[in-house]
């Protein structure tokens, strides 16, 4: 992907709004307001407990071995971006934090990780930088995955891929799952989560190259991105998909632990979910339908930051700690994560084989998935964003019959280079 040499407005003003978030957060971190180095290395996280609580797991082997208390805070996922943003603004950021993205309020006050990439297999290319400075470390990986209800496959006497020799294309994919519908008079063939996330991955196995800009930052995509879009649109008729997960924000998690949809494109993260809160019927992961390509979308599922302060350092030692092969392998296992350190044996003590699925479509994607990634992660270093998410809510206004699929591939393209710009 092509980088400008130019900085385009949008971008200059937001990396000056982000130097001056930095002058000021840094000119308040050394401050003994702050907080006691002696007191628990306070961590913000959210849905340890959903994913077995690996982090409060580790941090109390961490105590154990140390006598340094890591206290794990667990908020709202909703709520964890507003609480960050509001501790920056009153110097009260904690010492660590596990994010969904970083933040340009608070950019400028996390800590350099460099030292701890240093001839580790981290994979840092889903890390965010400050020039050559890695300023967060990838916690685990996710990616979009298919589930089915096993039950209802078994009883409707239809075979699913069980090995990479026998993956569905999309149409074959849609053919099987319309025949365990029809004879086990389940209501929903299919859901999707509501995000561009999960569509991505579709638009990926048809060849979508998603949306680049150029090196004037106007952005377009391919014809194959059309397509894509044109079979989404053809599978959300009410019958084989509810129109109400895009439309009305039903919740396609709760639809599909109903009982009643045979199939679920959601991620990874749902494994441990599914382990624990499902017991009315089996499920599997079962790999990705292609269409033009074999791919999933995939990245960093979070991202660790350290924050300056009284306890940078002992957040930092932590970290490092936790990080090592031994211990990250523990978290991995405990949480049920798709590790984000290369060459790892993780032994899962649960549906082993739904990682291996994972893992095996990650390896299979092309390089456009990374690309994209790093694409979006530029432009997170840049403190540039978009005002929501063009590609699912424009996509939702194409469902919803407000406009074809012209128009919503040039509403995006048009949002994107308005809002992003070109890259520097």
């Given at each position: 992907?092509?980088?400008?040499?130019?900085?385009?407005?949008?971008?200059?003003v937001a990396l000056a709004?982000?130097?001056?978030?930095?002058?000021?957060?840094?000119?308040?971190?050394?401050?003994?307001?702050?907080?006691?180095?002696?007191?628990?290395?306070?961590?913000?996280?959210?849905?340890?407990?959903?994913?077995?609580g690996g982090y409060a797991?580790?941090?109390?082997?961490?105590?154990?071995?140390?006598?340094?208390?890591?206290?794990?805070?667990?908020?709202?996922?909703?709520?964890?971006?507003?609480?960050?943003?509001?501790?920056?603004?009153?110097?009260?950021?904690?010492?660590?934090?596990?994010?969904?993205?970083?933040?340009?309020?608070?950019?400028?006050?996390?800590?350099?990780?460099?030292?701890?990439?240093?001839?580790?297999?981290?994979?840092?290319?889903?890390?965010?930088?400050?020039?050559?400075?890695?300023?967060?470390?990838?916690?685990?990986?996710?990616?979009?995955?298919?589930?089915?209800?096993?039950?209802?496959?078994?009883?409707?006497?239809?075979?699913?891929?069980?090995?990479?020799?026998?993956?569905?294309?999309?149409?074959?994919?849609?053919?099987?799952?319309?025949?365990?519908?029809?004879?086990?008079?389940?209501?929903?063939?299919?859901?999707?989560?509501?995000?561009?996330?999960?569509?991505?991955?579709?638009?990926?196995?048809?060849?979508?190259?998603?949306?680049?800009?150029?090196?004037?930052?106007?952005?377009?995509?391919?014809?194959?991105?059309?397509?894509?879009?044109?079979?989404?649109?053809?599978?959300?008729?009410?019958?084989?998909?509810?129109?109400?997960?895009?439309?009305?924000?039903?919740?396609?998690?709760?639809?599909?632990?109903?009982?009643?949809?045979?199939?679920?494109?959601?991620?990874?993260?749902?494994?441990?979910?599914?382990?624990?809160?499902?017991?009315?019927?089996?499920?599997?992961?079962?790999?990705?339908?292609?269409?033009?390509?074999?791919?999933?979308?995939?990245?960093?599922?979070?991202?660790?930051?350290?924050?300056?302060?009284?306890?940078?350092?002992?957040?930092?030692?932590?970290?490092?700690?936790?990080?090592?092969?031994?211990?990250?392998?523990?978290?991995?296992?405990?949480?049920?994560?798709?590790?984000?350190?290369?060459?790892?044996?993780?032994?899962?003590?649960?549906?082993?084989?739904?990682?291996?699925?994972?893992?095996?479509?990650?390896?299979?994607s092309p390089a456009i998935?990374?690309?994209?990634?790093?694409?979006?992660?530029?432009?997170?270093?840049?403190?540039?964003?978009?005002?929501?998410?063009?590609?699912?809510?424009?996509?939702?206004?194409?469902?919803?019959?407000?406009?074809?699929?012209?128009?919503?591939?040039?509403?995006?393209?048009?949002?994107?280079?308005?809002?992003?710009?070109?890259?520097?």
């Amino acid at each position: 992907m092509k980088r400008s040499g130019k900085t385009p407005l949008r971008s200059a003003v937001a990396l000056a709004a982000v130097a001056a978030a930095a002058v000021s957060l840094a000119g308040c971190s050394s401050s003994t307001d702050a907080g006691s180095s002696d007191e628990p290395i306070q961590f913000f996280l959210s849905g340890d407990a959903n994913q077995g609580g690996g982090y409060a797991h580790m941090a109390e082997k961490y105590e154990e071995e140390t006598g340094v208390e890591v206290e794990i805070v667990d908020i709202a996922n909703d709520d964890l971006a507003t609480k960050l943003r509001n501790s920056a603004q009153a110097n009260d950021l904690p010492a660590i934090a596990r994010v969904g993205a970083v933040d340009p309020v608070w950019r400028g006050a996390t800590v350099d990780l460099t030292d701890i990439t240093e001839g580790s297999e981290i994979r840092t290319e889903l890390s965010d930088w400050d020039g050559d400075k890695v300023i967060s470390l990838p916690s685990d990986i996710t990616a979009v995955g298919l589930f089915i209800n096993k039950t209802l496959f078994d009883e409707a006497g239809v075979a699913y891929p069980t090995s990479e020799d026998d993956i569905w294309t999309w149409e074959e994919y849609v053919a099987a799952v319309k025949q365990v519908q029809a004879a086990t008079g389940t209501s929903y063939g299919m859901v999707m989560d509501k995000s561009s996330h999960r569509l991505k991955a579709l638009m990926y196995e048809f060849g979508s190259d998603y949306f680049q800009p150029n090196d004037d930052g106007e952005f377009s995509t391919n014809d194959d991105t059309t397509r894509a879009l044109e079979f989404f649109n053809d599978l959300n008729d009410d019958s084989f998909m509810p129109r109400s997960v895009w439309l009305s924000d039903a919740d396609g998690n709760a639809l599909f632990k109903s009982g009643d949809v045979v199939s679920y494109v959601s991620g990874s993260w749902q494994i441990a979910d599914f382990a624990v809160n499902i017991a009315d019927f089996e499920w599997a992961s079962v790999y990705m339908p292609t269409e033009k390509e074999r791919a999933t979308n995939y990245g960093n599922a979070a991202s660790i930051v350290v924050f300056e302060g009284p306890q940078q350092e002992a957040a930092h030692d932590f970290i490092e700690w936790l990080y090592e092969p031994e211990n990250y392998t523990e978290l991995s296992e405990t949480s049920s994560f798709i590790p984000a350190i290369d060459g790892l044996d993780i032994e899962y003590a649960a549906h082993a084989d739904a990682f291996d699925i994972y893992n095996q479509d990650i390896a299979a994607s092309p390089a456009i998935v990374g690309d994209i990634k790093a694409m979006e992660l530029q432009y997170g270093a840049q403190g540039v964003t978009t005002e929501g998410d063009p590609v699912r809510d424009e996509t939702v206004k194409y469902l919803n019959g407000e406009q074809d699929v012209t128009a919503t591939i040039d509403s995006i393209n048009a949002q994107f280079s308005d809002q992003l710009g070109a890259l520097e």
